[in-house]
């Protein structure tokens, strides 16, 4: 069996030591498993100590994400990590930081040096010492004592001491249940401990999920535990929006990136999120148009790394009916690469730009009430410098520095090719920050906004834009 159903296969026997009957908060009951949705990469903490109610999360100086780093789940494995030619396509894509997965420990020393050679860094490194240590071997469990937790990992860390220039962080496991977390926690102590500066990558469960998947009643409860028994880096997560027959999650999709952005906020951790890209089960062939929604409103809501699933299709992959990565495990380029292409080359500026700065509010402007809100979410009402608005199915992220993000939640062309946005109490002195140089600029004397005839600025947003704007 190739190594991914291995791994997700695992997932499953894994979530089946959760089985409890406890009613679920959030989730919609559906019967997808945990091992059908995305997986890991890395991502990053940016705080140093913060205490919850459950527990005290200790933090070194050295702790959390350096900058702003995009990066997918699933790319070459086995041989293909020693293959030059796909390190040259992916690093052409506008990836930065990118995981090795499902290699041994000799092809994982021989691919850190071509990341290096094309100017990659490695987000989270998968070795299968990590699994076997986290209950991938039936050698362990969660009441392994942490000494000998400690010895494998301190040995992990000294096999790639060479590699520590290319080495951000380290792969340990896709959708833990609250079961896992107990020894979870013991292998990132370890990490924190042998590995100071480098981050361990855990993708959590999407809140649709259920209890019997959580191992407990709730979603809020699973992002507490989490936190509390784990001590992790960063959070990340997966929630797959767009379905096959243009059907989409209408019911938790951003009441996922509510929930994960406020737990984030409340212990001092970086979110990030790993979006959908690639066709698979009953998951849509996704336009441009919505991969670049799923990108702006991720980041109008704070996220600090984007990852894409998934980068490259294998055999039995494509077998099953999977398609339209970035790239197939012959080389061969999907339309896929060259959307994801175009969107790194602009996300990257304005990840740049965001990263330092601190998600303070996140609300959505809509102008009739069928326009569901969902749970969590909150209405724009006059905010901060922004003030009144008018617009219908828009979400705005404020930021600490008095910036904000806008994003057109329309991505299907039967809405129209264009969404007016107007701004009623800004008049004067609003800037735009100019992705294609990285420089903030004067959105009037740019034509980047109109004067409509009550003498307002306007912008006509394309579907899925996403514009960082300001007040000077």
């Given at each position: 069996?190739?190594?991914?159903?291995?791994?997700?296969?695992l997932?499953?026997?894994?979530?089946?030591?959760?089985m409890?009957g406890?009613?679920?908060?959030?989730?919609?009951?559906?019967?997808?498993?945990?091992?059908?949705?995305?997986a890991?990469?890395?991502?990053?903490?940016?705080?140093?100590?913060?205490?919850?109610?459950?527990?005290?999360?200790?933090k070194?100086?050295d702790?959390?994400?350096?900058?702003?780093?995009i990066?997918?789940?699933?790319?070459?494995?086995n041989?293909?990590?020693?293959?030059?030619?796909?390190?040259?396509?992916?690093?052409?894509?506008?990836?930065?930081?990118?995981?090795?997965?499902?290699?041994?420990?000799?092809?994982n020393?021989?691919?850190?040096?071509?990341?290096?050679?094309?100017?990659?860094t490695c987000?989270?490194?998968?070795?299968?010492?990590?699994?076997a240590?986290?209950?991938?071997?039936?050698t362990?469990?969660?009441?392994?004592?942490q000494?000998?937790?400690?010895?494998v990992?301190?040995?992990?860390?000294?096999?790639?001491a060479?590699?520590t220039?290319?080495?951000?962080?380290?792969l340990?496991?896709?959708?833990?249940?609250?079961?896992?977390?107990?020894?979870?926690?013991?292998?990132?102590?370890a990490?924190?401990?042998?590995?100071?500066?480098?981050?361990?990558?855990?993708?959590?469960?999407?809140?649709?999920?259920?209890?019997?998947?959580?191992?407990?009643?709730?979603?809020?409860?699973?992002?507490?535990?989490?936190?509390?028994q784990?001590?992790?880096?960063?959070?990340?997560?997966d929630n797959?929006?767009?379905?096959?027959?243009?059907?989409?999650?209408?019911?938790?999709?951003?009441?996922?990136?509510?929930?994960?952005?406020d737990?984030?906020?409340?212990?001092?951790?970086?979110?990030?999120?790993?979006?959908?890209?690639?066709?698979?089960?009953?998951y849509?062939?996704?336009?441009f148009?919505?991969?670049?929604?799923?990108?702006?409103?991720?980041?109008?809501?704070?996220?600090?790394r984007?990852?894409?699933?998934?980068?490259?299709?294998?055999?039995y992959?494509?077998d099953?009916g999977?398609?339209n990565?970035c790239?197939?495990?012959?080389?061969?380029?999907?339309?896929h690469?060259?959307?994801?292409?175009?969107?790194?080359r602009?996300?990257l500026?304005?990840?740049n730009?965001?990263?330092?700065?601190?998600?303070v509010?996140?609300?959505?402007?809509?102008?009739?009430?069928?326009d569901?809100?969902?749970?969590?979410?909150?209405?724009?009402?006059?905010?901060?410098?922004?003030?009144?608005?008018?617009?219908?199915?828009?979400?705005?992220?404020l930021?600490?520095?008095?910036?904000?993000?806008?994003?057109?939640?329309?991505?299907?062309?039967l809405?129209?090719e264009?969404?007016?946005?107007?701004?009623?109490?800004?008049?004067?002195?609003l800037?735009?920050?100019?992705?294609?140089?990285g420089?903030?600029k004067d959105?009037?004397?740019?034509?980047?906004?109109t004067?409509?005839?009550?003498?307002?600025?306007?912008?006509?947003?394309?579907?899925s834009?996403?514009?960082?704007?300001?007040?000077?």
């Amino acid at each position: 069996m190739k190594k991914l159903a291995k791994r997700l296969l695992l997932a499953m026997l894994a979530a089946s030591m959760c089985m409890t009957g406890v009613a679920c908060g959030t989730g919609t009951g559906e019967d997808d498993t945990a091992g059908e949705t995305a997986a890991p990469e890395t991502a990053a903490v940016e705080t140093a100590a913060a205490e919850t109610e459950e527990a005290e999360i200790a933090k070194t100086e050295d702790d959390g994400m350096k900058r702003f780093e995009i990066t997918y789940f699933y790319g070459p494995h086995n041989e293909q990590l020693i293959d030059e030619s796909f390190y040259e396509k992916i690093a052409d894509a506008g990836f930065t930081s990118i995981p090795l997965e499902y290699g041994n420990t000799e092809l994982n020393k021989k691919a850190l040096p071509i990341l290096k050679k094309y100017g990659l860094t490695c987000s989270a490194l998968s070795d299968s010492r990590i699994d076997a240590v986290i209950g991938y071997d039936r050698t362990f469990s969660p009441d392994t004592p942490q000494e000998e937790v400690d010895r494998v990992i301190s040995e992990v860390v000294a096999d790639y001491a060479e590699y520590t220039d290319v080495i951000e962080g380290w792969l340990l496991q896709d959708e833990p249940c609250e079961a896992r977390f107990e020894i979870l926690g013991k292998v990132v102590s370890a990490f924190r401990r042998f590995s100071p500066g480098k981050l361990t990558m855990i993708n959590l469960l999407p809140c649709w999920a259920g209890e019997v998947n959580f191992g407990t009643a709730t979603y809020r409860e699973y992002l507490d535990e989490f936190v509390s028994q784990v001590n992790p880096h960063y959070l990340s997560y997966d929630n797959y929006h767009f379905y096959e027959g243009g059907g989409y999650r209408a019911e938790d999709f951003f009441t996922n990136l509510e929930l994960v952005r406020d737990k984030a906020k409340e212990c001092g951790l970086d979110p990030m999120v790993i979006i959908l890209l690639t066709k698979h089960h009953r998951y849509a062939d996704l336009t441009f148009d919505q991969i670049e929604w799923e990108v702006n409103t991720a980041m109008t809501y704070g996220m600090k790394r984007i990852s894409y699933f998934t980068f490259i299709l294998e055999q039995y992959l494509l077998d099953d009916g999977w398609d339209n990565s970035c790239m197939n495990y012959m080389g061969e380029i999907y339309p896929h690469y060259y959307d994801v292409q175009e969107i790194n080359r602009w996300l990257l500026p304005l990840g740049n730009e965001l990263f330092d700065k601190e998600s303070v509010g996140v609300y959505h402007l809509r102008k009739f009430d069928w326009d569901v809100l969902e749970a969590e979410c909150e209405e724009y009402t006059p905010t901060g410098v922004l003030g009144e608005v008018k617009g219908d199915r828009f979400v705005i992220g404020l930021f600490d520095d008095g910036s904000f993000m806008i994003t057109n939640k329309l991505w299907d062309e039967l809405d129209g090719e264009y969404n007016t946005f107007e701004f009623v109490d800004i008049k004067d002195g609003l800037e735009y920050f100019d992705t294609t140089d990285g420089q903030w600029k004067d959105a009037v004397a740019e034509g980047f906004v109109t004067r409509n005839e009550n003498g307002n600025l306007t912008r006509e947003f394309h579907l899925s834009e996403g514009v960082l704007f300001r007040v000077k």
